[in-house]
């Protein structure tokens, strides 16, 4: 297997986006990394509509571990991906939606948006050699460059009803504060 300096690339991004991830999940599991901890969090998750919020965050931490690891190692790199793109989408449309406003300066889901569109990519370029899926699965890994980009399809309409429900109960919680 030749490696290339690409390879070395991919890697790095996947390493990077799987603390990234990990540290995502973490806060909201475990309060760790400056996160609010699994209690304040479900309570934020239940205002947002995801509801049982305790379930939810769980649920949340659980896939963004998930992706993490996928992501750290290149395995079943697919199902990783999709996570990803599926929770950081959720997040981002949650801040954007709260806040009103795009930029994460702002309290917008601009910063999850980024990881979201950062995976997407890796889903388009592929594991890259220096993954578990090419070295120990080359024959499925083949199949990536087809299966990749559906996985982050997935991911995108996999994220639509949690999104729904976010706008859903933001919009319920506006309009109740105005009556």
């Known amino acids: 297997m030749e490696v290339t300096s ?3 690339g991919i890697a790095g991004l996947r390493v990077i986006l799987a603390f990234i991830l990990f540290a995502h999940s973490t806060q909201k599991l475990c309060g760790w990394f400056s996160g609010s901890g699994p209690v304040a969090t479900a309570g934020l998750f239940e205002k947002l509509g995801q509801r049982p919020g305790h379930v939810m965050v769980r649920v949340a931490s659980v896939f963004e571990l998930i992706a993490a690891i996928s992501l750290l190692l290149g395995l079943l790199t697919p ?22 406003k795009f930029w994460n300066a702002l309290g917008g889901g601009e910063y999850p948006f980024f990881i979201a569109a950062v995976v997407a990519m890796l889903g388009i370029t592929g594991q890259g050699a220096l993954s578990l899926d090419a070295v120990l699965m080359p024959q499925i890994a083949a199949l ?3 299966v990749l980009p559906g996985a ?5 309409l996999g994220a639509i009803p949690m999104v729904i429900r976010t706008r859903r109960a933001v919009r319920d919680a506006e309009a109740g504060a105005e009556s």
Do not use: C, F, K, N
């Not at 990783?80 to 009103?100: D, N, P, Q, R, Y």
């Not at 982050?152 to 995108?156: A, L, M």
């Open 6 to 8: 690409m390879d070395w």
């Open 79 to 100: 199902i990783g991906l999709g996570l990803a793109v599926a929770t950081m989408i959720v997040a981002g449309s949650a801040l954007s939606a709260v806040s009103g």
């Open 152 to 156: 982050i399809v997935v991911g995108i």
């Open 144 to 146: 990536y460059p087809v």
